[in-house]
C-alpha cells in the first residue's frame, strides 16, 4: 500500500497477488494494483504482455475460456469478486465492458442499449426505459446522432458511432467500472476523438480503466498509468510520473520507443 | 504467334517483355483452362443425368394424372338396392358391390345399343367388362352416403379398366390386346366408338392424390391417399420430437457442456450416428418400439419414432454448426451487460442461428420423408386400404408412405402399376421441392432481419 500510498476510500478495485494461467502458459504473473474511483487508469504495454488478460480478470470474463485459471485476490469495494458466493452475472451489471472491436446486437440501437437495463430490472415501464435509454445514448455522446432513428439496426452506423454506442449500452447499466480493452483500436482518428473526449466525461461517474496500444492516447486521457511487461507489473504510477520520469528501464525503453 | 515471339525478345536490359507470356505463364494459363474444362464437363454431365431422370420420370408418370372415366346414368333400382323401401341405411348397406355390378352392365349395354355401337357377337358381360371392378365399389360408397338416389336415374363417372385407360394413354394397342387375356380387340374398338360419342371420357385424376391403394387387379383405382397421410403423419411426429430434442441437445453441448473426454465420445458418436445405414435404423425401431415396447406394426407412430432417430443427428450437426458461426463478439457483448449464460444464447445467439437450424431441420424432414428401407422393416409395406383416422388415434392406425408405396407399386405385375409408381415419385418430388423451396424462403426471411 504504501507504494502508491492511495487514499483508502477511493481504492474502488484492488487486486493481490493476481496470477492467471492459460493452459501451461503463465499469462499474469504476481499483480498487485490499487485502481481508484472516478479516475481512468491506462494499462499499457507491448502486444501479449497481458493487459487485456488482466482487465477481463476485472468483470471475470475469463471465466467463459475454459483453459484460463485466476489465482490471487480481485476486491470491488472490498468484497472479493472471486468468492464462491459472487455470481459473475451480478458482478458483470457493475463491472461494464467495452471491447476492441464494436459489437452491438444484430437489433436496432434502442434495443442495443434497452437490453442490459430490462434484464436486471431496472424500469417499470416503457416511459422509465425511453429515459434510460436516452439518458445512456447522451452519455455516450451519440444521441444527436441516432435519436430519429433509434428503430435502424446499430450494425448500420459508423465504426465510430458503433463503438459509442457500444459505450452507451455498457453505462445504461449504470455500472461502476467500465473496462474499455482497446476501445479505439478499430478507429479512425476522427471517432478516437469522441470517444477519447467521452472517456474523459465519463470519468466525472465512474472508474475507467482502459488498455491502449498508443502511448500517446494514454498519456491524453488518463490519470494513472500501469506499464505491463511479459505478464509482469513493472510499473504503476500517475501518469505523468510514467511518462516523464519512470522509475524502471524497462517503462523507459518502452515509452521511448527501444521496445514493443 | 509469331508476334508473340517477337514481342518475348528481350530488351537491351536483357528482360522479357511484359507484352508476351513466357514459357511458365503459357503453361499455368493452359491448366487453369484445361480446370475450367473439367469442371464445365462435369457440370454438364450432372445437369444431363438431372434432366434424363426427370424426362423419364415426367414422360411415364404423367399419365398416373390422367384417368379414364365411362360417364353413364345408371338406373339405381329400388327393387334391387332397397327391397324393404324405407331407405334403412343398415339394410342398404347389406347389398354388397354384387349389387351394382349389373346395374352398371345394364345401363353400359343399354347406352352401347342406343347408340347401335355393340361389334358383331360382342356379349353384354364384355361390354360390361370396360368399366373397373372397382366402379361399383365406388358406386355403393356414393348410394351409402346418399340414399336418396335410389330410386333415380343417377350421372356417374365409372372408372374404365386399367387397360382401357391404357389404350386412351398409348400404353395398350389393338395388336397388343390380341395377345392379352385381360381385354379384347372388340372392347377396344368399342371403347375407341364410345370415346367419339363423349361417353368415355378422360379427365384430370384426383382419386390418385386422395384414393387410397387399390389390389393387383385394379391399377385404376390405386391412389396416394394413404400414403400422403401417412407420410404426413410421420413427418408431424419427426418435426415434434426431433426439432425440440435436437435443438435442445446441440445448445447444451455447444453452449454449456464442459469439453472433456465425455463430450468428445458423444460428439464422434453423434457424427458415426449420422452416417449410420437406415436400415440399421429400422431394425432398432423393429426391436425397440414393436417388440420391446409393443406399438403396432406399420403405424405412422413406429415409422415417425424411427425417422425421429435418423433425423436428430442430421439436426444436431447443423444446429451446432449454425450455433458456431454465430461470432463471439456477440456473446461477450451480452455476457458484457450482465447477461446470464443462458440469456445470452436464448437472446443474441439462438435468433442468429435460427436460419441455419431451420435450413438443417427441413433437410432432415426432407431426407426422412424419401427413406423406404427403415419403413419395410415395420411393416410400412403392408397393403392399407383404409385411411388412418384424425390424429392422435391415427399415429396408431395401419398407413403407408410415399417411398414405400412407390417401391410397393414397382414390385407389381401389371405395367399399368409402372405409370403409378412413376406418377408417386412426380408427387415425393414435390413434397421435396416443396420443402427445400420453403426453406430457402424461411432462411430469406430471417436474415432479412440484419
Given at each position: 500500500m504504501a507504494r502508491h500510498a492511495p487514499h483508502i476510500a477511493d481504492v474502488k478495485v484492488s487486486a493481490r497477488d493476481v496470477n492467471v494461467f492459460y493452459g501451461e502458459t503463465?499469462?499474469?504473473?504476481?499483480v498487485d494494483v490499487d485502481i481508484l474511483d472516478k479516475t481512468v487508469t491506462a494499462f499499457i504495454g507491448p502486444?501479449?504482455?497481458g493487459k487485456s488478460t488482466f482487465l477481463r480478470c476485472i468483470n471475470r470474463m475469463?471465466?467463459?475460456?475454459?483453459?484460463a485459471r485466476v489465482t490471487g485476490e480481485i476486491t470491488l469495494d472490498g468484497e472479493?469478486?472471486?468468492?464462491?458466493?459472487?455470481?459473475p452475472v451480478q458482478l458483470r451489471a457493475r463491472v461494464g465492458m467495452v471491447f476492441q472491436k464494436p459489437n452491438p446486437?444484430?437489433?436496432s440501437i434502442y434495443e442495443n442499449v434497452a437490453y442490459g437495463p430490462r434484464i436486471h430490472g431496472l424500469a417499470r415501464n416503457k416511459a422509465e426505459l425511453d429515459d434510460i435509454v436516452e439518458k445512456a445514448l447522451r452519455r455516450g455522446a451519440i444521441w444527436d446522432e441516432v435519436k430519429d432513428r433509434?428503430?435502424?439496426?446499430?450494425?448500420?452506423?459508423?465504426g465510430g458511432q458503433q463503438q459509442r454506442l457500444c459505450i452507451a449500452r455498457a453505462i445504461a447499466t449504470e455500472p461502476e467500472v467500465l473496462l474499455m480493452?482497446?476501445?479505439?483500436?478499430?478507429?479512425d482518428p476522427i471517432a478516437t476523438d469522441q470517444v477519447e473526449e467521452l472517456i474523459h466525461d465519463l470519468r466525472r461517474n465512474y472508474s475507467v480503466v482502459i488498455v491502449t496500444h498508443s502511448m500517446q492516447q494514454a498519456a491524453r486521457v488518463s490519470q494513472k498509468t500501469a506499464f505491463f511487461h511479459l505478464g509482469d507489473l513493472v510499473e504503476y504510477d500517475d501518469t505523468d510520473t510514467i511518462f516523464?520520469?519512470?522509475?524502471?528501464s524497462r517503462t523507459e525503453s518502452y515509452i521511448t520507443g527501444r521496445i514493443g | 504467334m509469331t508476334d508473340a515471339i517477337e514481342g518475348a525478345r528481350p530488351d537491351a536490359a536483357g528482360r522479357p517483355s511484359l507484352l508476351a507470356a513466357d514459357r511458365r505463364t503459357r503453361a499455368r494459363n493452359a491448366a487453369e483452362r484445361r480446370f475450367r474444362l473439367y469442371g464445365m464437363i462435369a457440370v454438364g454431365l450432372g445437369l444431363a443425368a438431372l434432366v434424363v431422370l426427370l424426362s423419364t420420370v415426367a414422360i411415364k408418370g404423367a399419365g398416373a394424372f390422367r384417368q379414364t372415366y365411362v360417364s353413364l346414368g345408371v338406373d339405381l333400382a329400388e327393387a334391387k338396392?332397397?327391397?324393404?323401401?324405407?331407405?334403412?341405411i343398415e339394410a342398404i348397406k347389406k347389398v354388397s358391390t354384387f349389387g351394382y355390378t349389373p346395374l352398371i352392365q345394364e345401363a353400359l349395354v343399354r347406352k352401347v345399343d342406343e347408340l347401335g355401337l355393340?361389334?358383331?357377337?360382342?356379349?353384354d358381360k364384355d361390354i360390361g367388362?370396360?368399366?373397373?371392378?372397382?366402379a361399383a365399389a365406388q358406386l355403393r360408397d356414393r348410394v351409402i352416403a346418399d340414399?336418396?338416389?335410389?330410386g333415380t336415374r343417377t350421372r356417374v363417372d365409372l372408372l374404365a379398366t386399367g387397360r382401357i385407360d391404357g389404350y386412351f394413354k398409348g400404353r395398350v394397342s389393338l395388336a397388343s390386346a390380341e395377345r392379352d387375356?385381360?381385354?379384347t380387340p372388340d372392347q377396344i374398338r368399342l371403347a375407341q366408338a364410345l370415346a367419339e360419342a363423349g361417353v368415355v371420357v378422360t379427365r384430370f385424376n384426383w382419386g390418385f392424390v386422395t384414393r387410397p391403394d387399390a389390389s393387383d387387379q385394379r391399377p385404376e383405382a390405386a391412389g396416394l391417399g394413404v400414403a400422403i397421410l401417412g407420410s404426413l403423419y410421420m413427418m408431424l411426429i419427426v418435426l415434434v420430437l426431433a426439432l425440440p430434442i435436437g435443438v435442445a441437445a446441440s445448445i447444451y453441448l455447444e453452449?454449456?457442456?464442459?469439453?472433456?473426454r465425455w463430450t468428445d465420445l458423444i460428439e464422434v458418436n453423434i457424427a458415426n450416428l449420422a452416417a449410420v445405414p437406415s436400415i440399421v435404423f429400422g431394425i432398432l425401431g423393429l426391436a425397440?418400439?414393436?417388440?420391446?415396447?409393443?406399438l403396432p406394426q406399420s403405424a405412422p407412430i413406429v415409422g415417425g419414432l424411427v425417422l425421429t432417430l435418423m433425423t436428430l443427428p442430421t439436426i444436431i450437426i447443423s444446429t451446432r454448426a449454425s450455433l458456431k458461426s454465430v461470432p463471439p463478439s456477440i456473446r461477450d457483448a451480452a455476457l458484457g451487460v450482465g447477461a446470464s449464460k443462458m440469456q445470452s444464447v436464448f437472446h443474441h445467439v439462438l435468433p442468429l442461428a435460427a436460419p441455419g437450424i431451420l435450413t438443417g431441420t427441413i433437410i432432415g424432414l426432407a431426407q426422412a420423408l424419401g427413406e423406404t428401407a427403415p419403413l419395410l422393416l415395420i411393416g410400412m409395406v403392408a397393403f392399407v386400404n383404409d385411411y388412418p383416422a384424425a390424429p392422435p388415434e391415427g399415429f396408431f392406425d395401419p398407413a403407408s408412405a410415399l417411398p414405400v408405396q412407390i417401391y410397393n407399386w414397382t414390385?407389381?405385375?401389371?405395367?399399368a402399376f409402372v405409370e403409378r409408381a412413376s406418377g408417386a415419385i412426380i408427387v415425393l418430388l414435390l413434397f421435396l421441392v416443396a420443402m427445400n423451396a420453403l426453406a430457402v424462403i424461411l432462411r430469406r426471411r430471417f436474415e432479412r432481419r440484419w
Open positions: 503463465h499469462a499474469i504473473k504476481d502486444s501479449g504482455c475469463n471465466d467463459t475460456i475454459d483453459i472479493d469478486i472471486y468468492d464462491r458466493r459472487v455470481d446486437f444484430p437489433k433509434l428503430g435502424a439496426p446499430g450494425t448500420g452506423l459508423s480493452d482497446e476501445p479505439c483500436s478499430a478507429l516523464n520520469n519512470p522509475k524502471d | 338396392l332397397d327391397k324393404t323401401g324405407n331407405r334403412d355393340r361389334p358383331d357377337g360382342m356379349s367388362g370396360i368399366v373397373s371392378k372397382d340414399p336418396m338416389l335410389i387375356s385381360n381385354v453452449e454449456f457442456a464442459p469439453r472433456n425397440i418400439f414393436i417388440n420391446f415396447a409393443g414390385q407389381r405385375a401389371d405395367p
